[in-house]
């Protein structure tokens, strides 16, 4: 079962999946697809979750169960049946030190999506205002740190964006103009090839 972190309001800052058989449930696109979304757009309805995937209702209900079962989904107040309102349990989903075929299959679902996702915006940014595209950021790093450097980056990373945490649950906290932004983190060892 996961195990989770208590935040301040209903919703959990962050869920842990440990258990393989989860994990595997989990990966399907379709169920990252609609936690996401609900972490982004909810609460939503089962018919709201289609009209925005593109899915039947059919499918959104059958492949938002899993994810209920094992805490990743909860109800929302209002509305009853199909009409029912569901939530992001959590702000994220976290599965560091779990099993690691099972892991290594999430990774791939996900990092398949973001790059959908990347490739959306990129198709799309010319919509935006001006402002959000000069603050948009778009390139990467090459750094040399050993293990205990990067893990110590990803930890202030993680602090950095938990400041801006508070917000998650609270529109009062939202400055003016502020909109949702996916921040990706990927950091990833780059294996040389063997020269012979």
């Known amino acids: 079962m996961p195990e989770s ?36 757009e909810g609460p939503l309805t089962v018919t709201r979750a289609s009209e925005l995937t593109g899915e039947s209702m059919d499918s959104c209900s059958h492949h ?8 990743l989904v909860e109800e929302a107040e209002g509305g009853q049946g199909r009409e029912k309102y569901g939530r992001a349990a959590a702000r994220y989903i976290t599965w560091k030190g779990a099993d690691r075929e099972a892991a290594e299959d999430l990774n791939t679902a996900v990092a398949e999506l973001n790059f959908e996702r ?57 400055p003016e103009g502020a909109e949702p932004v996916t921040v990706l983190r990927i950091a990833v060892r780059n294996c040389r090839e063997d020269a012979s």
């Open 5 to 40: 972190t208590p935040k301040t309001g209903r919703s959990k800052c962050a869920v842990h999946l440990s258990d393989s058989r989860v994990l595997r449930a989990y990966t399907h696109p379709t169920r990252v697809k609609l936690v996401r979304l609900l972490r982004v």
């Open 64 to 71: 938002l169960r899993m994810p209920a079962e094992y805490g």
């Open 118 to 174: 990347i490739t959306h915006a990129i198709e799309t940014r010319q919509r935006l205002p001006c402002e959000w595209r000069e603050a948009e950021q778009f390139g990467d790093d090459i750094i040399y740190p050993a293990a205990a450097e990067l893990a110590e980056l990803e930890e202030r990373v993680s602090a950095l964006l938990e400041s801006c945490g508070e917000r998650f649950d609270d529109p009062s906290w939202l």
